[in-house]
């Protein structure tokens, strides 16, 4: 489903009517509601919106656990943190801690010992079977994506390793253009969740978003192609000016 908002306000309100929806679903049904934030500034507006007066008290946040999609390799309080940007817009705000966030600990060393490190924590909260049927990667209620100018996802970034990933839960991932060693899910897991959000805002991903949306299928140079779940969800939540390059269907 892919839905055009006039602005990224209107489109963080839709995005929290709807995650309210899923959080309210989930937590009837099973008892808890996991969620994979996304990284980056897009989310922002959505996270202030969760937090407040308007939307705070639809989800019980005692029952909710928090991921992320990805994490820059940084400290949780550096400035590109999307730990932090979370932590400061909705979490703090929400006095949500402890036990109920899973960040990327980042302060424990390499990328690949920090990647083994959150894997191993999803296994724990999920389960995990890796047996001879194969492998049951951990279901979240919702993941939040948001795209990248060059049609990134996460941290699976144009022609790197990441994107070839079949088992792995999380990994490090090099990203020779930012000379830097990303953490990020893998698309099993992500392709595995019940719902999936993408939040798209700004001409400058107008190009990207029509490659991804409309282009030929070249999920190793548009990796936002990857995201295709396998019983789930996808919405693309996107504003007009992210949309300008978009075919629109005649009303
Ligand atoms: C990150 C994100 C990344 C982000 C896109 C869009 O760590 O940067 O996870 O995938 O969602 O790059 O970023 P903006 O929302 O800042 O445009």
Redesign the pocket.
Known sequence: MINVFPSIEALSVFAAEKICEIAVAAISKQGNFTIAL???????TLYQLLASDRYKRDIDWSKTFFFF????NVLPDAE?S?FRMANENLLQPLQIFGKNIFRWQTEIGRAEKIAENYETKIKEFFGYKDDSAGIVFPRFDLVL?????DG?????FPFTTALQETKRIAVANRVEKLITN?L?LTFPVINNSANAFF????E??AEALKEVLQGEVQPDKFPAQSVRLKQGNLCWLIDEKAALFLRRQPL
């Open positions: 996304a990284g980056g500034s897009t989310p922002k999609g990805d994490e820059r590109e999307n994506l948001g795209m990248g100018d990134h996802t996460a941290s699976l990303r990020t939040l798209v805002s700004g400058s991903k």
